[in-house]
T-cell receptor, first 113, second 110 residues
Framework: DAGVIQSPRHEVTEMGQEVTLRCKPI?????LFWYRQTMMRGLELLIYFNNNVPIDDSGMPEDRFSAKMPNASFSTLKIQPSEPRDSAVYFC???????????FGPGTRLTVL | GDSVTQMEGPVTLSEEAFLTINCTYTATGYPSLFWYVQYPGEGLQLLLK?????DKGSNKGFEATYRKETTSFHLEKGSVQVSDSAVYFCALGSFQKLVFGTGTRLLVSP
């Protein structure tokens, strides 16, 4: 079975540009999470969705960040405009709402110059 | 708020040595506890979990026991291998959300 799929795996962009990260959850999962991993702050939950509806976005750092889940098999995390401090690895994870184990994708390493 | 504290790394061991990585937590309610492992360039993988006090999670020779009285969930393995070299994250789960520790890097040499 395919795991969580994220694209791109690596993204290098310049400050001020728009960045879109993509995630395809495991089929049958109805809960999706976006995390950010940095050396300074570790793993932080940014936002999560249940049944495509955002439930908690309190971890989204500021208005430059937005996330959508238009259907059960696709989610995006957008940063506009990007800044160097956004450089990090961004992970997507999915699970079933009633389960407690999250399954992580391989991550997108974002570098903002 | 909920939090997880785990020992600083790196932990450097020789093959076949005994491993302990300490993890303590602060939480309201009764969270589930997890250990995740991250290999270089990969996402996190669930290693083991425990859902209530005194439960022991185990997988691939690793074990951890949910100790409510000491609010701990220490990871142990009797004999580590070079292939165990990775970053290990302790986490607690409550109301769908996971709170992670800072991670402990384990380096095992032949």
């Amino acid at each position: 079975d395919a795991g969580v799929i994220q694209s791109p795996r690596h993204e290098v962009t310049e400050m001020g540009q728009e960045v879109t990260l993509r995630c395809k959850p495991i089929s049958g999962h109805n809960s999706l999470f976006w995390y950010r991993q940095t050396m300074m702050r570790g793993l932080e939950l940014l936002i999560y969705f249940n049944n495509n509806v955002p439930i908690d976005d309190s971890g989204m750092p500021e208005d430059r960040f937005s996330a959508k889940m238009p259907n059960a098999s696709f989610s995006t995390l957008k940063i506009q405009p990007s800044e160097p401090r956004d450089s990090a690895v961004y992970f997507c994870a999915s699970t079933r709402i009633e389960a407690d184990t999250q399954y992580f994708g391989p991550g997108t390493r974002l570098t903002v110059l | 708020g909920d939090s997880v504290t785990q020992m600083e790394g790196p932990v450097t061991l020789s093959e076949e040595a005994f491993l302990t990585i300490n993890c303590t937590y602060t939480a309201t309610g009764y969270p589930s506890l997890f250990w995740y492992v991250q290999y270089p360039g990969e996402g996190l993988q669930l290693l083991l979990k425990a859902t209530k006090a005194d439960d022991k999670g185990s997988n691939k020779g690793f074990e951890a026991t949910y100790r409510k009285e000491t609010t701990s969930f220490h990871l142990e393995k009797g004999s580590v291998q070079v292939s165990d070299s990775a970053v290990y994250f302790c986490a607690l789960g409550s109301f769908q959300k996971l709170v992670f520790g800072t991670g402990t890097r384990l380096l095992v040499s032949p």
